[in-house]
């Protein structure tokens, strides 16, 4: 994905001053989804995953109440239910409390990990990853 969004991007579409006017042909807000898509076809090419199988465990909405083991892959959609991204980046979810209870839940996952991850600092992260790893020693 670095690859791709230095070599096929200008900078002026990587800072979002170019808008989408190549959408949805290309677009660097979508990266994600490319290299999704080369990693995708890369372990179907190699024959490390069965596509019929797989069907029944990607894409599902992130406002669905399924549980997470049973997915994996979340698309993260901007309806109006939650978990929905734009909701998220306008800030919608920032007075909500951190979901503790059906956290296996798809859309209670959502929340939980963007609002930790949005309120965890650089700091505080490096305090648990050296915590986790203390652990495994």
Not at 13 to 25: I, M, N, Q, S, V
Request: aromatic share 10%; hydrophobic share 35%; proline share 4%.
């Amino acid at each position: 994905m670095a690859y791709i969004g230095k070599e096929e991007f200008s900078l002026p579409e990587r800072e979002g001053k170019a808008g989408t006017e190549l959408w949805p042909a290309w677009h660097y807000g979508v990266l994600l989804l490319y290299g999704q898509n080369l990693g995708m076809n890369h372990l179907i090419g190699a024959k490390q995953i069965n596509v019929p199988k797989l069907f029944n465990y990607i894409d599902h909405p992130s406002s669905n109440p399924e549980s997470v083991n049973d997915v994996i892959h979340i698309h993260v959609y901007h309806g109006g239910d939650i978990f929905s991204k734009f909701a998220f980046k306008m800030g919608q979810y920032d007075n909500m409390t951190v979901p503790t209870v059906d956290t296996h839940q798809i859309k209670n996952y959502c929340l939980k990990m963007a609002l930790e991850s949005k309120r965890t600092t650089c700091t505080d992260l490096v305090k648990q990853l050296r915590e986790q790893i203390n652990k495994k020693q």
